[in-house]
């Protein structure tokens, strides 16, 4: 009998952008199931909470069925070897990046020879995108509704006051 193929595809989504929209996307074609798995804890100072992340994130992917949105905390590789889950999907949108995915990769390998990093490009209008730089535009009124879900932007323009 076939296994079922699952992937990971973990981050902070602070908040979820069409970036993280367009891999998303592309995992689900490729994949029985996507597990998107908020983490808890980050070195960042997220502008949203763990429940807000964690709930923008799911509703931002309602439209996919086959996607799970969860939280994790801990080492990543710990929650795919809890859940089964041999493969973790990453995004490289440029080379600014590799370095960065390339040693939380081999790191992750070492730690877990039997779980494997999947690397994609998200679409090229898409490669320059972050979650600051969209944090920061709608901090200074500028608009990002080509950027982000609708969901995403109503709760920015909240966090920061402005009127949708
Ligand atoms: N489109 C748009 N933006 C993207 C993107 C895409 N496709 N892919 C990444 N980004 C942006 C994010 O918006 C984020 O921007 P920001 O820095 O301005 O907030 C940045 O790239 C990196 O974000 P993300 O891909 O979400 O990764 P992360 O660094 O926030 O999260 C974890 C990394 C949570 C997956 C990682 O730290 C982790 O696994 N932590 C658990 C502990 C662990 O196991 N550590 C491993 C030790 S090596």
């Known amino acids: 009998m076939s296994q079922s193929r699952i992937a990971i595809y973990a981050g902070t989504f602070d908040p979820l952008t069409w970036g993280h929209y367009d891999l998303i996307r592309r995992s689900v074609s490729l ?36 996607v799970e949105v969860v939280l994790f905390e801990g080492l990543l590789i710990n929650y795919a070897r809890s859940r089964h889950v041999r493969v973790l999907v990453r995004g490289l949108r440029a080379f600014s990046d590799f370095e960065y995915e390339f040693q939380m990769a081999l790191i992750n390998r070492k730690l877990a020879p039997e779980i494997e990093t999947l690397f994609m490009m998200p679409s090229e209008e898409h490669s320059y995108l972050s979650s600051s730089r969209v944090k920061e535009l709608v901090a ?25």
């Open 140 to 164: 200074l009124g500028g608009d990002v509704s080509d950027f982000v879900p609708p969901v995403i932007r109503t709760a920015l323009l909240r966090k920061y006051n402005r009127a949708g």
């Open 31 to 66: 994949f029985d199931r996507l597990i998107l798995a908020v983490a808890r804890s980050t070195p960042k100072d997220p502008l949203f909470s763990t429940k807000e992340r964690e709930e923008l994130t799911r509703e931002a992917v309602k439209d996919l069925p086959t």
